[in-house]
């Protein structure tokens, strides 16, 4: 395995783990490889060092991992507690409860979920008033 840091046309740096070089290779040239910023594929490898291990004596402290790295991560929990406190999570039937909401066929509320990226563009497509939403559900974070 090996982690490349990288970088995307509109500049945000991130970094992700690949089998090899040729898996990122690979997985670039099929636009696998997106900014989980703003979901552009260019996509470019970030001049890296290599990982050096520092002895014990002078390791750094632990950083917080569960505070926001920066504004944007901040704003963006600030909205998933605002959906979490005032929307449903109906999970993987996120699809179809859309769909009975916007017939009539179920009550009227405020509801989150997940759909797979046909039944989005789908729904998109009919009309019904959904969006993507900028993280994942609690289940699915690490």
């Given at each position: 395995?090996?982690?490349?840091?990288?970088?995307?046309?509109?500049?945000?740096?991130?970094?992700?783990?690949?089998?090899?070089?040729?898996?990122?290779?690979?997985?670039?040239?099929?636009?696998?490889?997106?900014?989980?910023?703003?979901?552009?594929?260019?996509?470019?490898?970030?001049?890296?060092?290599?990982?050096?291990?520092?002895?014990?004596?002078?390791?750094?402290?632990?950083?917080?991992?569960?505070?926001?790295?920066s504004e944007l991560e901040e704003k963006i929990a600030?909205?998933?507690?605002?959906?979490?406190?005032?929307?449903?999570?109906?999970?993987?039937?996120?699809?179809?409860?859309?769909?009975?909401?916007?017939?009539?066929?179920?009550?009227?509320?405020?509801?989150?979920?997940?759909?797979?990226?046909?039944?989005?563009?789908?729904?998109?497509?009919?009309?019904?008033?959904?969006?993507?939403?900028?993280?994942?559900?609690?289940?699915?974070?690490?």
């Amino acid at each position: 395995m090996i982690r490349y840091s990288l970088k995307c046309g509109a500049g945000h740096g991130f970094d992700s783990w690949f089998k090899g070089a040729e898996a990122f290779s690979a997985l670039k040239a099929a636009g696998q490889v997106i900014c989980p910023v703003c979901g552009s594929a260019t996509v470019e490898k970030e001049l890296m060092a290599p990982a050096v291990r520092p002895a014990r004596k002078a390791a750094a402290p632990k950083p917080d991992l569960s505070a926001p790295g920066s504004e944007l991560e901040e704003k963006i929990a600030a909205l998933r507690r605002q959906i979490e406190a005032n929307s449903e999570y109906v999970g993987m039937n996120f699809a179809a409860e859309a769909r009975a909401i916007h017939a009539g066929d179920a009550p009227e509320r405020t509801i989150h979920g997940e759909a797979k990226p046909d039944e989005a563009r789908a729904m998109i497509e009919e009309g019904l008033p959904v969006a993507p939403l900028p993280f994942l559900p609690a289940r699915k974070v690490n």
